[in-house]
């Protein structure tokens, strides 16, 4: 049966600024609520001290801002709860009621259940917006036939509403012909939560003012950007001020002192941003590796490289991953070196990729010819020690040298003796132990 829904499109007023057009961060905007309003983008850095604290989450990172201080919120979509009845009632739509949080510009979306009685077309929904501010759009589409079917409703808002208009405000969304509806409680993400949240008598503002989202809220008769100047005095503010010490350069000499505070240069690279107090600090100034700063494995923060994790180094080119450096025991660099940015470095006299070999070490054959006997024939002088000795080596039991020969081709054959003046034969091991193939049938002398 064919589904028929209205593809409703709200457009309650003339729309302030088109989102889809994507819009740059205000980087001069003087407060968390300006930077977010202006584009669904942006971003603002709660942590003091960041000279450009409007920008995309991305550029905030670059610039030094911690994840924990990076506001940026992008909505959220709550249900209260949904309805219970039988499925053969006459019409049911579930939730009952959706507590949204828009962010303008961020597109929410939310499925609904519609139920019908059976033989009865799916009705088309409708939304009642009539004290809804305008700029919210809303579009319904059939996402599955059912029974139950299912739409998902698609909300987005246009621009913050103005200050004189108050909410929570409610949307009923409710099939053509029936009385039962679904709920929208809406709210604007338009303020940032930080906005209430202060910080009387902050260091960051010179004991003299509340940090609050970063920025400082001077006292009466103080002002600067940290609170540092008495607004009645006579004394200008003059470069001293922008320097980090008496014989430092004004701005560390990447900007202009103005009113006692540095602004740091822009680069013609936008990426590259110099900040700090003094413009001493920069996300480009770090070490490279394949001509990428950090080796693309870490953030330049303040000339330094922050390493991602599972790297480290100077530059972050240096692999924290010990699987390379893996012996074929099982051990990292066969415990006999260290694994340093995924090579091994072997004590002498050992060598190769994972410090297994050792030319210079007795012959492998010879040295473990008493762990082998112990362990594959209960003899040897370690055959009452064999467990607590020879517990490195696993062995492997053929009946013949002739199998031995045939399934271990290109290994290592040993053919040693042992008390009786018999031969056996078996696979060397690696110089630190590990796997090796016994034959089970011996050549011995005449007579025994």
């Given amino acids: 049966m064919a589904i028929k829904l209205l593809c409703l ?7 302030g600024p088109i989102w889809a057009k994507k819009q740059p961060c205000l980087a001069s905007a003087s ?23 409007c920008q995309t989450s991305r550029g905030l990172r670059r610039a030094g801002c911690r994840k924990s201080h990076i506001y940026s919120p992008q909505g959220e979509v709550k249900v209260e709860h949904s309805r219970r009845g039988p499925a ?11 507590y949204l949080r828009l962010r303008p510009g961020v597109k929410m979306s939310f499925p ?83 906005v209430g949240i202060r910080e009387e008598n902050s260091a960051a503002c010179s004991g003299r003012g509340a940090l609050m989202c970063g920025r400082c809220d001077c006292y009466n008769s103080f002002s600067g950007k940290e609170c540092q100047r008495e607004s009645g005095s006579l004394v200008s503010p003059n470069e001293d001020y922008c320097r980090s010490d008496p014989d430092a350069l004004v701005c560390s000499g990447r900007g202009l002192c103005v009113e006692g505070f540095c602004e740091c240069e822009r680069r013609i690279n936008p990426a590259e941003i110099y900040s700090g107090r003094y413009c001493e600090c920069s996300n480009f100034d770090c070490e490279r590796s394949n ?30 991953d010990v699987n390379s450096c893996m012996a074929t025991n099982q051990k990292v660099c066969n415990d006999r070196g260290m694994c340093q940015c995924g090579t091994c470095v072997c004590m002498p006299p050992y060598a190769d990729p994972t410090c297994e070999s050792c030319p210079t070490c007795q012959d492998t054959c010879m040295q473990h010819m008493e762990c082998v006997q ?15 000795d020879c517990g490195h080596i696993s062995v492997e039991m053929v009946e013949t040298t002739e199998e031995l020969l045939k399934t271990e081709n290109g290994a290592k054959i040993c053919k040693m003796r042992d008390e009786n003046d018999c031969s056996f034969y078996y696979t060397a091991p690696s110089s630190s132990g590990g796997q090796t193939t016994v034959a089970r049938s011996k050549e011995c002398p005449r007579g025994l």
């Fill in 374 to 388: 112990c362990r594959a024939f209960g003899m040897g002088t370690k055959k009452d020690s064999c467990d607590q």
């Fill in 112 to 194: 609904l259940m519609v139920t019908v009685q059976k033989g009865q077309p799916v009705p088309e929904l409708s939304a009642d917006t009539s004290n809804v501010p305008g700029g919210l759009n809303i579009t319904f589409m059939a996402t599955k036939t059912g029974p139950p079917a299912q739409v998902q409703v698609y909300v987005e808002a246009a621009r913050c509403p103005s200050d004189d208009e108050m909410g929570p405000w409610s949307v009923s969304i409710t099939p053509k012909g029936f009385s039962m509806s679904t709920t929208l409680e809406i709210t604007f993400e338009c303020q940032c939560g930080c």
């Fill in 291 to 320: 001509n990428k700063i950090c080796a693309g494995h870490g953030l330049c923060t303040c000339g330094e490289c922050l390493c991602d994790e599972g790297w480290t180094g100077e530059d972050c080119s240096c692999s924290m």
């Fill in 31 to 53: 407060s968390c609520d300006q930077c977010i309003q202006s584009s669904p983008e942006c971003a603002w850095c709660t942590a003091p001290g960041l000279s450009s604290r």
């Fill in 9 to 15: 499109c709200l457009l309650l007023a003339l729309l």
């Fill in 88 to 98: 053969d009632v006459v019409s049911a739509l579930q939730p009952e009621k959706l």
